[in-house]
C-alpha cells in the first residue's frame, strides 16, 4: 500500500512501514513542517493513505470536504511508536481491503469506519 505518515505520527511509524513492504512517504523525514493543506493535497494527489495523529484532519475531510484516498486517524490514549505500530499492525492485518477510501479512527480498543 501506499501511505504518507504525518509529522505528528513520527519516522518509527514510517520506517515500520516501510518494513512491512509498503511505499511511505513521510513528513517528519521528508519534508518537516509541511502544511496540512498540502500534507493532505499531497496525499490525495499520489494517492496515499493518510496516517496522523491530528484531528484538525477531520476538518479537512468532513467540513471543508477536502478529497482524500484515505485517512487513519490514531487516538490513542498512550502515544509511544511502540503502541502505534501495534494499533496500525492490527489495522492491516484486520481490514487491509477497507483502508482505501475511508476516513478511520483507530484507537487501542477499536476501529471506527465512515465514508467522508
Not at 500500500?1 to 521528508?30: I, K, N, T
Not at 503502541?83 to 483507530?106: C, H, M, N, T, Y
Request: charged share 35%; aromatic share 10%.
Amino acid at each position: 500500500m501506499r501511505f504518507l505518515v504525518d509529522e505528528c505520527s513520527g519516522p518509527a511509524v514510517a520506517e515500520w512501514l516501510r518494513e512491512q513492504g509498503h511505499q511511505v512517504f513521510s513528513v517528519y523525514d521528508e519534508s518537516r513542517g509541511m502544511s496540512d493543506e498540502d500534507v493532505i493535497q499531497m496525499a490525495f494527489r499520489e494517492n496515499r493513505i493518510l496516517i496522523t495523529n491530528d484531528k484538525d484532519f477531520g476538518e479537512k475531510v468532513y467540513r471543508e470536504r477536502r478529497p482524500h484516498k484515505g485517512v487513519v486517524l490514531l487516538r490513542l490514549d498512550d502515544e509511544r511508536a511502540v503502541v502505534k505500530k501495534e494499533v496500525l499492525k492490527w489495522l492491516l492485518d484486520s481490514f487491509p481491503e477497507r483502508l482505501a477510501g475511508q476516513f478511520i479512527v483507530v484507537t487501542e480498543k477499536s476501529v471506527r469506519f465512515a465514508r467522508a
